[in-house]
């Protein structure tokens, strides 16, 4: 009995791993014409400045609303699109909307956001990665000193051999390098070493514990203290409560993000966002 068990069990589990495997395929071959099809949009999360609290960059973030499933997670879409070699296409053309939508808003409103850019080990080894970038501030008319590409901390710099060599040739762009997820990774500290980084985002995962777990703090503390001494400028991601602020402001980060200011927003409803702070700013003018 035990070993019939077994092998039902087996088929079972095989099954299973079949049916996601389908699943995956049919996804990928979705999202191979989302972009055609006008599935897909960017979002964007303000980062504010920790202490005035003013809107002083925001996060481009991809979002999929397949049209049967509805919203996927790019925690489900990125690895398939990364697997299947389609984030390359898709990098870009969020890296394009997002630039085009940064420089729009710098004109309507004044205003000069940093726009922070996810970017894929996969489109990290592509041998035209500094031509495309190059390609698309020239045509979008972006001030390269405004775009920063977020580089994962997962990205292994010896599975990557040009890692290094790409990041130097971003930064001869004139765009600037934050180490995303700072801390996740099993070489933190060898990457802020060997990479030619501006700042660093330090990972939800340690802002979640302030308050909670004394070494996480201890961590983001001594991140923070590191980061200015090489430096270099350093934002929380995932500030979600008052308490995580008035730690992370105590003890002198930089800038913010997370959902205690804003959830990622689309373009429209980012728009406003903006239109609304000018208009206080202006009142204010107005009073003095
Ligand atoms: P990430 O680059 O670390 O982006 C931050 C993630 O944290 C976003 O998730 C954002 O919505 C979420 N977040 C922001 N504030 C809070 C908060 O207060 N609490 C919590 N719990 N979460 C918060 P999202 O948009 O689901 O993206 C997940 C990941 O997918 C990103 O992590 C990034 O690695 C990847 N991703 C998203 N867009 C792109 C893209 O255009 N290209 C590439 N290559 N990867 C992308
Ligand atoms: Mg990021
Ligand atoms: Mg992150
Ligand atoms: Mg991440």
Redesign the pocket.
């Known amino acids: 009995a035990a070993k019939h068990l077994g092998r039902n069990n087996f088929q079972i589990y095989e099954m299973s791993q079949d049916q996601a495997q389908q699943q995956d395929v049919a996804l990928i071959s979705r999202l191979r014409h989302a972009e055609r099809n006008g599935e897909l949009r960017?979002?964007y999360?303000p980062q504010v400045d920790a202490a005035t609290e003013d809107i002083v960059g925001m996060?481009?973030?991809?979002?999929w609303e397949h049209p049967e499933l509805g919203g996927i997670?790019?925690?489900v879409f990125?690895p398939l699109?990364?697997e299947s070699g389609l984030?390359v296409s898709?990098?870009e053309w969020?890296?394009r909307t997002?630039c085009a939508q940064a420089q729009a808003w710098e004109q309507a409103f004044g205003l000069r956001l940093r726009l922070?850019?996810?970017?894929?080990a996969?489109?990290l080894m592509e041998p035209d990665l500094l031509e495309v970038v190059g390609r698309v501030l020239k045509e979008t008319g972006l001030d390269p000193g405004l775009l920063e590409m977020?580089v994962?901390e997962s990205i292994s710099i010896k599975e990557v051999p040009n890692l290094v060599e790409n990041l130097h040739g971003l930064h001869d762009l004139g765009c600037r390098i934050a180490i995303?997820?700072f801390g996740t990774g099993a070489a933190s500290l060898d990457y802020l070493r060997r990479l030619p980084a501006d700042r660093i985002?330090i990972?939800?995962s340690f802002?979640?514990n302030i308050g909670i777990d004394p070494d996480d703090e201890a961590i983001v503390r001594a991140t923070i203290e590191m980061a200015h001494r090489l430096k270099r400028g350093v934002v929380a991601?995932?500030?979600?409560i008052e308490q995580h602020f008035e730690f992370l402001r105590a003890n002198h980060c930089d800038e913010l993000?997370?959902?205690?200011f804003c959830?990622?927003l689309p373009q429209a409803s980012f728009e406003r966002l903006l239109a609304e702070r000018q208009r206080l700013v202006e009142g204010e003018g107005a009073a003095a």
């Open positions: 960017v979002f999360q996060e481009a973030l991809v979002r997670s790019p925690g990125i699109a990364e984030i898709l990098g969020v890296l997002a922070g850019v996810n970017l894929s996969v489109q977020e994962t995303d997820d985002k990972d939800q802002v979640r991601e995932g500030v979600e993000q997370g959902y205690l959830r990622p």
